[in-house]
């Protein structure tokens, strides 16, 4: 599986912004997804994630609220809707595909990865 993930930009603290992350590949569906993000300095952290048929979503408690993960599984294609942007959202983002369930979804159980896109918030 490929991911090619974006999106991203440069936007101002209230603005919404979604993220895109498209698969290649026949078994898009066989895989939960999720979205990581890694700011400066600081390690790769789980942002939010979505079940392989997309009835159930796990997000980060910093998040909650502002952002939804979808996915269309006839696209190929996971998002990300961000509002009310903060600068604390400022990293960049990245796609995760991952053959086990939601429930163990993090950043060790991952299999594919797309190559990020920056989201850059400011003040």
């Known amino acids: 599986v490929q991911l090619q993930a974006s999106g991203g930009g440069l936007v101002q603290a209230g603005d919404s912004l979604r993220l895109s992350c498209a698969a290649s590949?026949?078994?898009?569906?066989?895989?939960?997804m999720g979205w990581f993000r890694q700011a400066p300095g600081k390690e790769r952290e789980f942002v939010a994630a979505?079940?392989?048929?997309?009835?159930?979503?796990r997000y980060t408690d910093s998040v909650k609220g502002r952002f939804t993960i979808s996915r269309d599984n006839a696209k190929n294609t996971v998002y990300l809707q961000m509002s009310s942007l903060k600068p604390e959202d400022t990293a960049v983002y990245y796609c995760?595909?991952?053959?086990?369930?939601?429930?163990?979804?993090?950043?060790?159980?991952?299999?594919?990865w797309g190559q990020g896109t920056l989201v850059t918030v400011s003040s």
């Open positions: 995760g595909a991952d053959g086990n369930r939601l429930s163990t979804y993090s950043n060790l159980t991952v299999d594919y």
């Open positions: 979505i079940s392989r048929s997309g009835g159930t979503t």
């Open positions: 590949g026949r078994t898009f569906s066989s895989y939960t």
